[in-house]
């Protein structure tokens, strides 16, 4: 929970940002101390009294014309009762060469959320979902949105940048997810394949035969997953050896070639014939059981 602190006052990141593009200091005043500000707090019942108390204004810009007469003709032209001076002419003789000049665009004003990207690597921000990178999922953003960019910070670090989206839209950049993890978003089977291909020559052509005649390939993916698991489980030349036989019987059926690859014995390594040594290696005499009584008893009776 944030607390006020009079040495090191948090300042609101949207006002921060506005104050350093406009170019002035802010200077907090201390909780509970109205005289730290006095000066600036004495001058808004003046206005609101003096400047727009009775008048009618229907529009912004009468209240724009209203106040800009009111400092110029009227407040303005009255005699300050500390300094003695017209107010106006006070302005006009220091005041005014001291200002920093009028800003002539319109400043685009930024909002701070928090974000969290979930198991999908994507964060929302303003119902619109940007992918952030894989080591920061489940982590806890800072996000800052105008109307060209969106960015993402942690601890005050920029990790990511993206353009900004209408509501319901995606920023997706590949770099941010695993080769296999795109792949599987963007359904893309070719990827896959070539996976398989890298296993074999013939594991690839069973790949391939798998897809190659659906109109909807992306929904094979999850047999050319379980092709790639048996190619995890056994070794790439049993497995091609395998498809080999299949795609010769014309048996595209990933079950039937997990059963196959199974059985198929040509290519196991031969058993290997060695003795296991025992546990304890002990002397046979250790294992040779003692004479009983009587027998001790006749072999003493003898002359």
Same mark, same amino acid.
């Given at each position: ?10 300042i ?19 909780v ?20 727009f ?24 032209? *009255?005699?300050? +009762?500390?300094? &003695? ?9 220091e005041? #005014?060469? /001291? =200002? ?125 997953? *379980?092709?790639? +698991?048996?190619a &995890? ?10 498809? #080999?036989? /299949? =795609? ?33 290696l ?22």
């Open positions: 929970m944030a607390k006020a602190d009079p040495t090191d006052p948090k609101v990141e949207g006002f921060l940002e506005y104050a350093q593009a406009r170019g002035f200091v802010i200077d907090t005043a201390r509970r101390h109205p005289k730290d500000k006095a000066r600036v707090e004495r001058t808004v019942p003046t206005v609101r009294e003096d400047c108390g009775g008048e009618r204004l229907q529009t912004i810009d009468d209240a724009h014309s209203r106040s800009r007469h009111w400092c110029v003709e009227e407040y303005g032209m *009255k005699r300050h +009762g500390r300094t &003695r001076r017209l107010p106006r002419e006070h302005f006009e003789s005041e #005014k060469a /001291a =200002l920093l000049p009028a800003p002539t665009e319109r400043y685009d004003v930024p909002f701070w959320v928090d974000a969290t990207p979930g198991l999908d690597q994507l964060a929302v921000v303003a119902y619109a979902f940007y992918s952030l990178p894989l080591a920061y999922r489940r982590r806890k953003l800072r996000a800052r949105a105008d109307c060209q960019l969106v960015r993402f910070y942690q601890h005050g670090k920029l990790v990511k940048t993206h353009p900004r989206k209408a509501p319901g839209q995606k920023s997706i950049d590949p770099a941010d997810y695993p080769p296999e993890s795109y792949a599987c978003s963007q359904r893309d089977t070719a990827y896959f394949v070539r996976q398989a291909h890298e296993q074999g020559e013939n594991v690839g052509r069973f790949a391939a035969a798998l897809v190659e005649k659906e109109q909807r390939p992306w929904i094979r993916m999850r047999l050319l997953f *379980k092709l790639l +698991g048996l &995890r489980k056994y070794s790439g030349a049993r497995l091609d050896a395998s498809c #080999k036989t /299949a =795609l010769d019987a014309s048996m595209v059926d990933v079950g039937r070639l997990a059963d196959l690859v199974r059985l198929d014995t040509r290519l196991a390594p031969p058993v290997a014939k060695v003795i296991p040594l025992a546990r304890y002990r002397p046979s005499s250790q294992y040779a059981l003692p004479l009983a009584g009587c027998e001790r008893s006749n072999e003493g009776d003898e002359p």
